[in-house]
T-cell receptor, first 111, second 114 residues
Framework: DAKTTQPNSMESNEEEPVHLPCNHSTISGTDYIHWYRQLPSQGPEYVIHGLTSNVNNRMASLAIAEDRKSSTLILHRATLRDAAVYYC????????????FGTGTRLQVFP | DVKVTQSSRYLVKRTGEKVFLECVQDMDHENMFWYRQDPGLGLRLIYFSYDVKMKEKGDIPEGYSVSREKKERFSLILESASTNQTSMYLCASIHKQGTGGGYTFGSGTRLTVV
């Protein structure tokens, strides 16, 4: 199963943009790139996903490199409620379709 | 609002007890999953199911079994609870393979085995 690599932690100030990087150099052509976040004492929450093109939704944007070996989750204006652990995961939809979670990036947001 | 509901938020059980963790989803999803989450180890897949009556082992199935008698319900069973099964248990669901969409997770059940 393809793996992802993320920094252990990042910091941001409120109202500033945050760029969370993820490397997935062994991604296969049918793997979707998923991002989830987990607030303390809660289950993971789906944020966004993409295959090849950049994606936007109300929560965030996802920028995918042309070779698909890396991606970046963009929070346009961080809020205190965005403090969480963010997981970048590859979903192999034509395999066993299980998500393999790494240790994620813990994002701290300062007022 | 779509939901995955786990029956208990917190559970305390004794060693050797049979424990049932229930998960219900209201989204008509085909695929359902049980994970456990431990500090430093992240989320690990225990079992998953693609359809009623179907089940597949995940990465750490030992000591667990599952049941999927109805599409909306996926139960995790600890046949004889042990202290090393103290953990946060998370249920998730998603539409069938190939759709690319996001998983929905429950809020988790924190199980303590004493």
């Amino acid at each position: 199963d393809a793996k992802t690599t993320q920094p252990n932690s990042m910091e941001s100030n409120e109202e500033e943009p945050v760029h969370l990087p993820c490397n997935h150099s062994t991604i296969s052509g049918t793997d979707y790139i998923h991002w989830y976040r987990q607030l303390p004492s809660q289950g993971p929450e789906y944020v966004i996903h993409g295959l090849t093109s950049n994606v936007n939704n109300r929560m965030a944007s996802l920028a995918i490199a042309e070779d698909r070996k890396s991606s970046t989750l963009i929070l346009h204006r961080a809020t205190l409620r965005d403090a969480a652990v963010y997981y970048c995961i590859l979903r192999a939809v034509y395999n066993t379709d299980k998500l393999i979670f790494g240790t994620g990036t813990r994002l701290q947001v300062f007022p | 609002d779509v939901k995955v509901t786990q029956s208990s938020r917190y559970l305390v059980k004794r060693t050797g007890e049979k424990v049932f963790l229930e998960c219900v989803q209201d989204m008509d999803h085909e695929n359902m999953f049980w994970y456990r989450q431990d500090p430093g180890l992240g989320l690990r897949l225990i079992y998953f199911s693609y359809d009623v009556k179907m089940k597949e082992k995940g990465d750490i199935p030992e000591g667990y079994s599952v049941s999927r008698e109805k599409k909306e319900r996926f139960s995790l069973i600890l046949e004889s609870a042990s202290t090393n099964q103290t953990s946060m248990y998370l249920c998730a669901s998603i539409h069938k393979q190939g759709t690319g969409g996001g998983y929905t997770f429950g809020s988790g059940t924190r199980l303590t085995v004493v």
